[in-house]
Protein backbone atom coordinates (compact mmCIF):
# COMPACT_ATOMS: atom_id res chain seq x y z
CA UNK A 1 0.00 0.00 0.00
CA UNK A 2 1.35 3.82 -0.27
CA UNK A 3 1.72 4.18 3.43
CA UNK A 4 4.24 1.32 3.30
CA UNK A 5 6.31 2.72 0.42
CA UNK A 6 9.16 5.54 1.45
CA UNK A 7 9.54 8.56 -0.01
CA UNK A 8 10.90 9.13 -3.34
CA UNK A 9 12.02 12.41 -3.82
CA UNK A 10 11.75 11.41 -7.83
CA UNK A 11 7.80 11.67 -7.43
CA UNK A 12 6.36 14.66 -8.79
CA UNK A 13 2.47 13.36 -8.25
CA UNK A 14 -0.12 15.15 -6.11
CA UNK A 15 -1.57 11.87 -5.41
CA UNK A 16 -0.60 7.94 -5.52
CA UNK A 17 -1.00 6.09 -8.40
CA UNK A 18 -3.82 3.50 -8.19
CA UNK A 19 -3.07 -0.31 -8.45
CA UNK A 20 -5.91 -2.42 -9.97
CA UNK A 21 -4.35 -5.43 -9.18
CA UNK A 22 -3.88 -8.52 -5.73
CA UNK A 23 -1.04 -9.59 -7.06
CA UNK A 24 2.11 -9.05 -4.24
CA UNK A 25 4.59 -9.24 -7.20
CA UNK A 26 3.38 -6.68 -8.83
CA UNK A 27 3.38 -4.30 -5.59
CA UNK A 28 6.44 -5.58 -4.48
CA UNK A 29 7.87 -4.10 -7.98
CA UNK A 30 6.27 -0.45 -6.78
CA UNK A 31 7.76 -0.57 -3.75
CA UNK A 32 11.04 -1.83 -4.43
CA UNK A 33 10.65 1.70 -6.93
CA UNK A 34 9.23 4.00 -4.36
CA UNK A 35 6.53 4.64 -6.94
CA UNK A 36 3.97 6.05 -4.26
CA UNK A 37 0.38 3.88 -4.92
CA UNK A 38 -2.36 2.32 -3.23
CA UNK A 39 -4.49 -1.24 -4.13
CA UNK A 40 -8.10 -1.02 -5.45
CA UNK A 41 -10.27 -3.34 -6.63
CA UNK A 42 -11.43 -3.16 -10.14
CA UNK A 43 -13.80 -6.42 -10.86
CA UNK A 44 -13.84 -8.19 -14.70
CA UNK A 45 -15.24 -11.00 -15.81
CA UNK A 46 -11.84 -11.83 -17.05
CA UNK A 47 -12.87 -15.03 -19.15
CA UNK A 48 -15.72 -13.22 -20.80
CA UNK A 49 -13.02 -10.70 -21.93
CA UNK A 50 -10.83 -13.27 -22.62
CA UNK A 51 -13.12 -15.37 -24.51
CA UNK A 52 -14.31 -12.39 -26.66
CA UNK A 53 -10.64 -11.53 -27.97
CA UNK A 54 -10.14 -15.07 -28.84
CA UNK A 55 -13.15 -14.83 -31.23
CA UNK A 56 -11.79 -12.03 -32.27
CA UNK A 57 -8.38 -13.49 -33.14
CA UNK A 58 -6.25 -12.28 -30.49
CA UNK A 59 -3.17 -14.14 -29.27
CA UNK A 60 -2.28 -14.58 -26.12
CA UNK A 61 0.13 -11.43 -25.78
CA UNK A 62 -2.95 -9.23 -27.04
CA UNK A 63 -5.74 -11.40 -24.60
CA UNK A 64 -2.85 -9.93 -21.50
CA UNK A 65 -3.17 -6.07 -23.03
CA UNK A 66 -7.04 -6.49 -23.19
CA UNK A 67 -7.18 -7.75 -19.55
CA UNK A 68 -5.09 -4.91 -18.75
CA UNK A 69 -7.03 -2.10 -20.53
CA UNK A 70 -10.11 -3.33 -19.35
CA UNK A 71 -8.75 -3.46 -15.27
CA UNK A 72 -7.81 -0.12 -15.62
CA UNK A 73 -10.59 1.20 -17.23
CA UNK A 74 -12.68 -0.47 -14.30
CA UNK A 75 -10.96 1.12 -11.93
CA UNK A 76 -10.73 4.53 -13.30
CA UNK A 77 -14.61 4.52 -13.18
CA UNK A 78 -14.91 3.94 -10.10
CA UNK A 79 -11.74 6.84 -9.04
CA UNK A 80 -12.41 10.03 -11.23
CA UNK A 81 -9.24 12.33 -12.17
CA UNK A 82 -6.78 9.25 -10.53
CA UNK A 83 -4.19 7.51 -12.77
CA UNK A 84 -5.42 3.70 -12.73
CA UNK A 85 -3.07 1.13 -13.49
CA UNK A 86 -3.96 -2.05 -14.25
CA UNK A 87 -2.03 -5.26 -15.46
CA UNK A 88 -2.23 -8.78 -16.96
CA UNK A 89 -0.23 -12.07 -17.94
CA UNK A 90 -0.62 -14.62 -20.02
CA UNK A 91 1.09 -17.76 -20.33
CA UNK A 92 1.55 -19.40 -23.59
CA UNK A 93 2.89 -23.06 -24.78
CA UNK A 94 3.32 -22.37 -28.40
CA UNK A 95 -0.25 -21.72 -29.66
CA UNK A 96 -2.19 -22.99 -26.19
CA UNK A 97 -2.88 -19.91 -23.76
CA UNK A 98 -2.52 -21.81 -20.36
CA UNK A 99 -4.70 -20.91 -16.97
CA UNK A 100 -4.00 -20.94 -13.04
CA UNK A 101 -4.23 -24.44 -11.58
CA UNK A 102 -7.34 -25.18 -9.87
CA UNK A 103 -6.20 -27.51 -7.74
CA UNK A 104 -2.87 -29.79 -6.93
CA UNK A 105 -3.91 -32.68 -9.95
CA UNK A 106 -3.66 -29.61 -12.64
CA UNK A 107 -0.55 -27.71 -11.41
CA UNK A 108 1.15 -31.19 -11.58
CA UNK A 109 -0.09 -31.98 -15.25
CA UNK A 110 0.62 -28.10 -16.35
CA UNK A 111 4.23 -28.36 -14.87
CA UNK A 112 4.81 -32.23 -16.92
CA UNK A 113 3.39 -30.32 -19.66
CA UNK A 114 5.88 -27.57 -19.57
CA UNK A 115 8.92 -29.70 -18.58
CA UNK A 116 11.74 -30.29 -20.80
CA UNK A 117 9.73 -26.99 -22.67
CA UNK A 118 9.92 -23.33 -23.83
CA UNK A 119 6.96 -21.19 -22.97
CA UNK A 120 6.63 -17.51 -22.71
CA UNK A 121 5.17 -15.16 -20.52
CA UNK A 122 3.57 -11.83 -21.68
CA UNK A 123 2.70 -9.38 -19.47
CA UNK A 124 0.73 -6.45 -20.41
CA UNK A 125 0.37 -2.91 -18.21
CA UNK A 126 -1.75 0.07 -19.07
CA UNK A 127 -2.94 3.38 -17.20
CA UNK A 128 -6.32 4.87 -17.18
CA UNK A 129 -7.77 8.09 -16.38
CA UNK A 130 -11.44 9.27 -16.42
CA UNK A 131 -12.80 6.56 -18.64
CA UNK A 132 -9.90 6.57 -21.26
CA UNK A 133 -6.84 4.23 -21.44
CA UNK A 134 -3.69 6.85 -22.10
CA UNK A 135 -0.91 4.40 -22.74
CA UNK A 136 -0.35 0.47 -22.71
CA UNK A 137 2.15 -1.92 -23.63
CA UNK A 138 2.56 -5.53 -23.72
CA UNK A 139 6.31 -7.53 -23.27
CA UNK A 140 7.21 -11.08 -23.26
CA UNK A 141 9.61 -13.06 -21.54
CA UNK A 142 10.81 -16.68 -22.79
CA UNK A 143 11.31 -19.78 -20.12
CA UNK A 144 12.53 -23.17 -20.14
CA UNK A 145 11.79 -25.84 -17.62
CA UNK A 146 14.05 -28.34 -16.93
CA UNK A 147 13.15 -32.14 -17.72
CA UNK A 148 11.82 -33.14 -14.29
CA UNK A 149 11.00 -36.72 -13.06
CA UNK A 150 7.44 -37.27 -11.91
CA UNK A 151 8.99 -37.96 -8.43
CA UNK A 152 10.81 -34.35 -9.04
CA UNK A 153 7.24 -32.44 -9.93
CA UNK A 154 6.09 -34.52 -6.43
CA UNK A 155 8.60 -32.87 -4.93
CA UNK A 156 8.42 -29.37 -6.09
CA UNK A 157 4.45 -30.05 -5.07
CA UNK A 158 5.13 -30.70 -1.56
CA UNK A 159 7.37 -27.68 -1.14
CA UNK A 160 5.50 -25.03 -2.78
CA UNK A 161 2.24 -25.85 -1.31
CA UNK A 162 -0.76 -23.95 -2.02
CA UNK A 163 1.16 -21.33 -3.66
CA UNK A 164 0.96 -23.75 -6.70
CA UNK A 165 -2.48 -22.65 -7.20
CA UNK A 166 -1.37 -18.81 -6.89
CA UNK A 167 -0.10 -17.92 -10.07
CA UNK A 168 -0.29 -19.16 -14.09
CA UNK A 169 1.76 -22.40 -14.68
CA UNK A 170 1.99 -23.41 -10.82
CA UNK A 171 5.27 -21.69 -10.24
CA UNK A 172 6.88 -18.10 -9.14
CA UNK A 173 10.14 -17.64 -10.39
CA UNK A 174 10.90 -15.67 -7.49
CA UNK A 175 10.66 -18.37 -5.17
CA UNK A 176 10.82 -22.10 -5.49
CA UNK A 177 9.47 -22.12 -9.18
CA UNK A 178 13.59 -21.38 -9.90
CA UNK A 179 14.24 -24.82 -9.38
CA UNK A 180 12.13 -26.21 -11.91
CA UNK A 181 13.93 -23.89 -14.78
CA UNK A 182 17.25 -24.11 -16.42
CA UNK A 183 17.18 -20.78 -18.73
CA UNK A 184 15.38 -17.70 -18.87
CA UNK A 185 15.18 -14.87 -21.03
CA UNK A 186 13.55 -11.48 -20.44
CA UNK A 187 13.03 -8.50 -18.22
CA UNK A 188 12.96 -9.75 -14.30
CA UNK A 189 9.59 -7.46 -14.09
CA UNK A 190 8.01 -9.03 -16.79
CA UNK A 191 8.30 -12.23 -15.78
CA UNK A 192 6.82 -10.85 -12.45
CA UNK A 193 3.50 -9.81 -14.15
CA UNK A 194 4.59 -5.20 -14.80
CA UNK A 195 6.68 -4.44 -17.26
CA UNK A 196 8.49 -1.57 -14.86
CA UNK A 197 10.44 -0.07 -17.24
CA UNK A 198 7.99 1.13 -19.75
CA UNK A 199 5.55 2.15 -16.95
CA UNK A 200 8.32 4.26 -15.20
CA UNK A 201 9.11 5.95 -19.07
CA UNK A 202 5.16 6.42 -18.99
CA UNK A 203 4.97 7.92 -15.70
CA UNK A 204 7.94 10.80 -16.45
CA UNK A 205 6.37 11.36 -19.45
CA UNK A 206 3.40 12.76 -18.12
CA UNK A 207 5.27 14.63 -15.40
CA UNK A 208 4.72 12.44 -12.51
CA UNK A 209 8.30 11.23 -12.15
CA UNK A 210 11.39 13.09 -12.55
Same mark, same amino acid.
Given at each position: ??????????????? +??????????????????????????????????????????????????????????????????????????????????????????????????????????????????????????????????? +????????????????????????????????????????????????????????????????
Amino acid at each position: MADAVPENSLWRGTA +PLLLASKSAARRALLEAARVPFEVVSAEVDERAIEAEAVRDGADPASVALTLARAKALAGAAAHPGRHVIGADQTLALGDDALHKPADRAAARAQIARLAGRTHSLHSAVAVARDGAVLWATVDSAHLTMR +PLTEAAIEAYLDAAGEAVLSSVGGYQLEGLGIHLFERVEGDHSVILGLPLLPLLGFLRSEGLLL
